[in-house]
């Protein structure tokens, strides 16, 4: 029987495979690095399992570039995970200041909401829609032109009795009463 050293065998094995023998290692360090991991982070579940995450997924990156490199094992995973919660330690130390500087001064800042239109409001902003257009169309042409040029066009009330040959009185007056029989009308 011939016996193999680990590191003859490691190497054997990276020939063919680096991320499989990576698994092998995550495995026997997994509980020391995550060790680690709660003491820096102070036993926080949510940033250890985040750290954790990050920390493996970069050590399976960088496994292969540098397995010829790596000395101790241990030390490269720990030297990661510790890279992975200083920068959870920084990014949290950041989202703090901002709060921070938000809430002494919040009428500097401008809030939106953030929603987005269900199906629904759209299909009834749609049939709202199809249903004021029809009620245009079916206004006088005199009202219905006048209506078209404020509202769809933008046009401005001397700009639109230019284009009626009207005056801006009458221009005004007709967009008024273009929308007094409009709000008459019930939309449903």
């Not at 493996?56 to 992975?84: D, T």
Request: glycine share 2%; net charge negative; aromatic share 12%.
């Amino acid at each position: 029987m011939m016996l193999v050293s680990r590191n003859s065998y490691l190497g054997a094995q990276s020939s063919t495979n680096p991320h499989v023998e990576f698994w092998g290692v995550w495995a026997e360090y997994n509980e020391r690095v995550l060790s680690c991991c709660y003491k820096w982070l102070h036993n926080d579940s949510d940033k250890i399992e985040d750290a954790m995450a990050q920390t493996r997924e970069k050590a399976l990156n960088a496994y292969s570039k540098n397995i010829s490199n790596i000395e101790n094992m241990f030390a490269w995973l720990c030297r990661i995970a510790h890279n992975v919660c200083m920068d959870i330690h920084r990014s949290n130390s950041k989202e703090s200041d901002l709060v921070g500087i938000v809430s002494t001064n919040p009428s500097q800042f401008y809030f939106t909401e953030n929603h987005s239109r269900t199906l629904e409001s759209d299909y009834e902003r749609s049939y709202l829609f199809h249903q004021l257009t029809q009620a245009i169309n079916g206004l006088p042409t005199d009202l219905k032109q006048a209506i078209q040029y404020k509202f769809i066009y933008e046009m401005e009330y001397s700009e639109i009795a230019e284009q009626l040959q009207i005056t801006p009185e009458n221009a005004r007056k007709r967009v008024q009463l273009a929308r007094k029989q409009l709000s008459a009308l019930q939309f449903s």
